[in-house]
């Protein structure tokens, strides 16, 4: 399998790092980046670098876009005749199936896809989206993210959106979260290494048994919940300040954000 990334940000790191743990050949991989930095990281891993993809002898069986909304559009004009044969996999949040269609002639290989951070550590969720159909191209994608973590299909482009809103940018939720336990921590005496280990550690636990758990996440809760204790009173604040109903506002909101962003940089709408 061969692959071109077009962008060489940390996600492209992630996904090339585990295409090449996988059994992926440096030489099928291909990395076109406009920043030197970039193009020199990957080639240190021996990989192939470009500033521009025109070079049509590549042959890819996959293109993965992977650049900033606002600048998709552009890189596809000045390269759409390199990617007729392939495979279009798009990670840029926000940009329709259909806006990129449109940009490359008419092209009905697409996939659109939202992974996450948590990628660079193999530790990733992905939700994908392909309205073609076409046989073999949901397998080809799949052995990509697969090589990052875990994924999911959705049956409609529009619940991408709700994946960039819970998981694409749930990451940056988790970590602030963290960041106010490490500060009650300072706030109560502790000392910012023992913070930091109280906060992580407490977080990865908690994740790992809810994982593994067959109860929901609320049975958890409630078995931590002595009635009267020290857990009941957080709780209670939370309650009384309403945090669940702010952090669901935060992520409708990120939600929305995901589709203003096909507005402001894509041609088109959802099918």
Known sequence: MKVVFIGGGNMALALVSGLLEKGTKPGDILVVDISEEARQKFEAMGLNTSVAFNDIN????????????????????????????????????????????????????????????????RAGVSGMYNASNIPGDRELAETVM???????????????????????????????????????ALELGLDADAARLLALETFLGASRLAARSEDSPSVLRDRVTSKGG???????????????????????????????????FGDKKYD
């Open 58 to 121: 590549f042959n890819p069986d996959i293109v993965i876009l992977a650049v900033k909304p606002q600048h998709l559009k552009e890189v596809i004009h000045s390269c759409d005749f390199s990617l007729n044969k392939s495979l279009v996999v798009s990670i840029v949040a926000g940009i329709p199936v259909a806006s990129i269609a449109e940009w490359l002639g008419g092209h009905e290989r697409i996939i659109r896809v939202m992974p996450n951070t948590p990628a660079l550590i």
């Open 230 to 264: 020290t857990t009941a009173a957080a709780l209670s604040s939370f309650e009384s300040d309403q945090l669940r109903e702010i952090i669901v506002k935060g992520v409708r909101r990120a939600n929305e954000r995901s589709t203003e962003l096909a507005q402001d």
């Open 146 to 184: 697969a090589c990052v973590g875990q994924y999911m299909w959705c049956n409609s482009e529009s619940l991408i959106d709700a994946v960039t809103a819970i998981s694409g940018s749930g990451p940056a939720y988790v970590f602030y979260f963290i960041e106010a336990l490490e500060v009650a």
